[in-house]
């Protein structure tokens, strides 16, 4: 699966707001909030920060639909900067010396315990998410949950398809032990 | 053949490509804060002709116009491979490249680079000899590769005999072997 292949109304959508249209950048909003915002709270852990991300990456990127080349990848030119948006938030978090914490919305809505220990994984998966240096964690997301190819990954991160894809088997790796360590506990 | 870490990988991407839903009051949010913006505005005259470019195109020639784009096709890759410097090598077939590390204390390496996307299951190394040489043949065809070793499933080492790529391009040290295309 690669990125930006959402068909003409995109384009259509971006014609209109750069017309002046600026109601018929709410669709595009609705369109793109779940599928960036599920990038968004993997990244980062905590659904406020996600949603405060995802905010300010719509708002940038409707300030710079002028630089917006290409109408039709309109999904793609938005996701490379709500990934530049949560490399930022990434960062800020780090400063702060923020641990990970449990996001209660998220554990609310998650299903819950039953015989194959739902709630349990999902917390398992999220810790071990959560520990994965930023950059693996990124690469991680972009090719296995995402499901980008790597020449869209480097489009995205600037980073070269080599290093991408050690990235993802670090990623991969450290998850894996990661996983045994939980399962030891 | 079953590989533990595939599967655990799988299992936890399975989980994470799971639906989430945000707060759609997030639109309304986003939408309040634009209205206090300026329009955006339509792409600028370059952005257009970038665009412009990178599409598709169609056009009808007559027998005549076509000669003549023809003719000057022809003239202009001329010129230009006249200006240009010399072609690239011809790529040539595979050649075979051993690999070769010593590490007395392993117990285990692999090879592992872009010629095998950096799976550490695909190019194990062979211990030969009291030096504990670890060897592995590798056929390349002409290009560039960035490659290490995974020692003992923990630990990254570069190719002491080779370039080193920069670091903050891996975050692991790792080499560049360049493969020519000549014999």
Known sequence: ?185 | MFNPVDDAVERIARHLRRPVQIDPALDGRVMREISALPAPGRATLGGEVWRWLRRPHQFTLTPLGGLVAAAALTVGVLLYRMASTPPAPPQGESRAFQFVLVAPRATHVELVGDFNDWDATRTPMRRTGREALWTAVVPLVPGRYHYAFFVDGSRWLADPSAPVARDEDYGQPSSVLTVGGGS
């Open chain 1, 1 to 185: 699966m690669g990125i930006g292949n959402v068909g003409t109304s995109d384009a259509a959508l971006v014609r209109r707001v750069q017309a002046g249209d600026t109601g018929a950048y709410a669709d595009l909003v609705a369109r793109y909030r779940d599928r960036l915002g599920r990038y968004a709270l993997h990244m980062l852990g905590n659904r406020e920060d996600a949603e405060e991300v995802l905010q300010d990456a719509f708002v940038r990127a409707y300030r710079s639909l002028a630089r917006c080349d290409d109408p039709e990848r309109f999904g793609a030119w938005l996701y490379g900067i709500l990934v530049n948006r949560c490399r930022t938030a990434g960062a800020r978090a780090t400063r702060r010396a923020r641990r990970f914490v449990h996001d209660p919305a998220a554990l609310e809505t998650a299903p819950l315990a039953g015989p194959d220990g739902q709630a349990e994984w999902d917390d398992t998966v999220r810790w071990a998410l959560a520990r994965l240096p930023s950059e693996s964690r990124e690469a991680f997301l972009l090719k296995h949950v995402e499901e980008l190819e790597y020449e869209d990954m480097a489009r995205l991160t600037g980073a070269g398809v080599s290093a991408l894809k050690m990235r993802v088997k670090r990623a991969r790796e450290q998850l894996q032990a990661m996983l045994k360590e939980a399962e030891r506990v």
